[in-house]
């Protein structure tokens, strides 16, 4: 009953938006697009359960950005004949070529992902065991030493430890990107060294689940200061308080209906709210709303469709370039000055549209370098990724580093595939790995 309710609260939406669409054509590709992703969160696969994954795993987070971003966000600007960050408006036809070509990549992906799973053997036998001794002394040692880098990274503008971005009167504050004085130090700040005290803290809930209550509470306070949700990226929110939610939560993982109803919340009342960080002059003017505001879909923080929609028209392929620069983001552009920059920012100047910090989605990345076969490869290679961090969950005890992990993989999957690629690699893997180092230093300490 349960499943059919959300079944039902899912598709209301798509109803509703779809009555003011003309082009029976469109609504036609849509609408599959959006149904069988419906069906997909609602619904679990037998064999998944059998397997040992969680209700709630990669497979589900995969349709609930599929039916987000490339169902109610395009169907939502079609109907409003909204064109993001300028260039030449997309015509029906091109929006109704990117929905084939979606369709084409939900099958291949799922298909994959259905080959991965019936030919898993399903062992029990737990790779990843549960943390059992940590050296909580040198938690809050490299959580404090975390926290103290970030209050020098933000010594010229303390307020922006707290909001985003600054406006003041006609202009604003933004915070500056290479407060180190260098680009590839900066990065290593905010993809490795920034997120270390929640990783601190998930790994001290794991072990005592109960008691600590004081150094919970102090790593709690040093986690808000040195990532308030307000100062940062909302992708990022979500990459490192999902893993500290279950932390606090373990049992949400077995609950599929917590979480599908935690991720819906989260994108139509708290990603609007966290928003605000980027634009309020002062805390006064935050606005908390009960009302769901369908006119996000219409900003640029669901641009992702329309991009790789203008990418199928134009059909424009590097032949692998933009990968090269993705799979090696970490060499600094003075050892490789002609390193390509992210996929968003190669379509904005190409296309000559009006912002250059752009997305493009996991699909349009594969189509931008290999063109359709790069679709099909990219459709096999995501489905394989969510098939072994799934698999990892199952063979992960509660409380593991690879329990850890996938959460972090979890928290990271609306960016991944949202795009643009250089940017979410960087940080899926500086993320990844900073919650290695922490598990590795607590248990060397430990022994």
Not at 149 to 176: A, Q, S
Not at 294 to 308: E, I, L, R, S, W
Not at 425 to 437: D, K, M, Q, T
Request: aromatic share 20%; hydrophobic share 50%.
């Amino acid at each position: 009953m349960k499943r059919i309710l959300i079944f039902i609260c899912a598709f209301l939406p798509v109803l509703f938006l779809s009555l003011s669409v003309e082009d029976i054509t469109f609504l036609l590709t849509n609408w599959a697009i959006g149904i069988y992703a419906i069906c997909k969160i609602s619904f679990v696969d037998k064999k998944e359960l059998d397997c040992g994954f969680s209700l709630f795993n990669s497979n589900t987070m995969l349709y609930l950005f599929v039916y987000f971003f490339l169902c109610i966000a395009p169907l939502s600007q079609f109907s409003s004949h909204i064109n993001l960050w300028g260039g030449v408006p997309l015509r029906s036809e091109s929006y109704i070529k990117a929905n084939v070509i979606f369709i084409f990549a939900i099958i291949i992906y799922q298909l994959s992902y259905s080959f991965f799973l019936y030919n898993y053997n399903n062992r029990k036998v737990y790779n990843s065991k549960a943390i059992e001794k940590i050296n909580i002394s040198i938690l809050l040692l490299i959580s404090l030493f975390s926290f103290f880098i970030t209050i020098y990274h933000f010594r010229n503008t303390p307020i922006l430890l707290f909001l985003r971005e600054l406006n003041r009167g006609g202009g604003e504050i933004i915070l500056d990107k290479n407060s180190f004085g260098n680009t590839s130090i900066d990065l290593i700040y905010t993809i490795f060294l920034r997120p270390i005290p929640v990783f601190a803290l998930v790994i001290l809930n794991y072990v005592h689940k109960k008691g600590k209550v004081i150094i919970k509470i102090l790593l709690l306070l040093i986690c808000i200061l040195s990532n308030f949700p307000l100062a940062v990226s909302r992708f990022y929110v979500a990459a490192i308080y999902l893993p500290l939610f279950i932390s606090f939560f373990p049992n949400l993982l077995h609950k599929e209906h917590m979480l599908k109803v935690s991720v819906i919340i989260g994108l139509l009342y708290i990603f609007p709210f966290l928003n605000q960080g980027r634009r309020v002059m002062s805390f006064k003017e935050i606005e908390i709303s009960f009302a769901p505001n369908y006119q996000m879909f219409n900003q640029g923080h669901f641009d992702t469709y329309q991009n790789a929609a203008r990418v199928f028209e134009n059909e424009t392929i590097t032949y692998g370039n933009q990968l090269l620069g993705s799979i090696f983001f970490f060499i600094p552009r003075s050892i490789w000055p002609s390193k390509p920059i992210g996929s968003g920012g190669f379509i904005a100047k190409k296309y000559n549209l009006n912002f250059s910090h752009i997305s493009l989605n996991f699909w349009g990345e594969g189509f931008i370098n290999f063109g359709y076969f790069g679709v099909f490869l990219f459709s096999i290679l995501i489905a394989f990724l969510n098939f072994r961090y799934d698999e990892l969950f199952s063979r992960s005890e509660k409380g593991s580093l690879g329990y850890l992990l996938y959460t972090i993989y979890l928290g990271t999957l609306f960016f991944f595939l949202r795009g643009d690629l250089i940017s979410s690699i960087a940080y899926l893997v500086g993320l990844l790995f900073s919650a290695y180092f922490v598990y590795f230093i607590a248990i060397k300490e430990s022994k």
